[in-house]
Each structure stands twice: as C-alpha cells, then as structure tokens.
C-alpha cells in the first residue's frame, strides 16, 4: 500500500527469515520476536531508583504538591490532601524532614505555631511534580477507576 509503513516482515528480513509467515500473521511478528536480538539491559540508576522510591510512598507526591504553594500548617494541610489519615501526614513529614525535603518551622507562642515548608532540595522537585501532574491530566484523565484509587 503506498505511504503506509512497512510491516515488520518487510523491515530488514535477512536471508533465513520468511518475508511472509505461513501462520497467517499479517506483520510476522511472531516469527521476528523469535529470530530478534534480546534488548540491551539498561541499568537503572541508583538516584533515580531513590528519588522514585521517595516520592512514590503513598500520599507523598500529594504533600509535596501541596506545599509548592508555600508553607503550610498541619491542619490546612490535612485538608489540601482529605484523604490521609493524621497518622501517615505525620509519618510522611518526618520522612520528608529527614530527607532534606520539607523543613519544620516551630513559631513561639501562645499556642505554638507548626508550618511546614519544601527546602531548597524540595522546591527543586517543582518541574518533575509539574511534568507528573500535566501527564496524570491527558492520561488518566478517562480512567475513573485509577481517581477511586487514589
């Protein structure tokens, strides 16, 4: 068919390989997935292995966006994310804390005042949860199933 793209079969077919499966596989794919080279392993790298491992905790992602809009204290940001229980908001601000992501302000008074605050390190995440959030927007955006989830 002119202009359309070749098939698999016709895509370099070296001389001990059919051009034409007699299976009835139009694109030959099953005879070229045998005679394929095995993909090159790519090893992933370790940083990137952690940053994914961090951010990927539940709800994690979710404290992160939150305070990209600028400190916050524990309640408002129990209520930026309704769905976690004060629990895990304060397990997952420790871990956060450690890692050098989110800073914890204590402000003297009657009462004390908590706000917490992405660091330099976490406000650096800025593009990666932008880039997430406008792919989850086209992509997950007709899965109604994957927003129960959450």
């Known amino acids: 068919m002119p ?10 077919a070296g001389p001990d390989e059919s051009p034409s499966p007699p299976n009835g596989d139009a694109g030959g794919v099953a005879d070229h997935i045998e005679s394929a080279s095995p993909p090159v ?51 997952r601000l420790r871990e956060l804390e450690a890692a050098g992501v989110v800073a914890r302000r204590v ?23 932008g880039s997430l959030r406008r792919w989850a927007c086209e992509w997950l955006r007709d899965d109604p199933a994957r927003l129960d989830q959450a």
């Open 107 to 129: 402000y003297e008074g009657a009462p004390v005042r908590v706000e917490y605050e992405l660091t330099p390190k976490g406000r650096a995440l800025e593009p990666a949860i």
């Open 41 to 91: 392993a790519i090893s992933v790298c370790p940083y990137y292995h952690a940053a994914v491992e961090m951010l990927g905790k539940r709800w994690t992602g979710a404290i992160v966006s939150a305070l990209l809009g600028g400190p916050l204290r524990y309640s408002a940001l129990a209520q930026c994310i309704p769905q976690i229980s004060d629990r895990l908001l304060s397990i």
């Open 3 to 12: 202009g359309s793209a070749p098939t698999l079969s016709q895509q370099g």
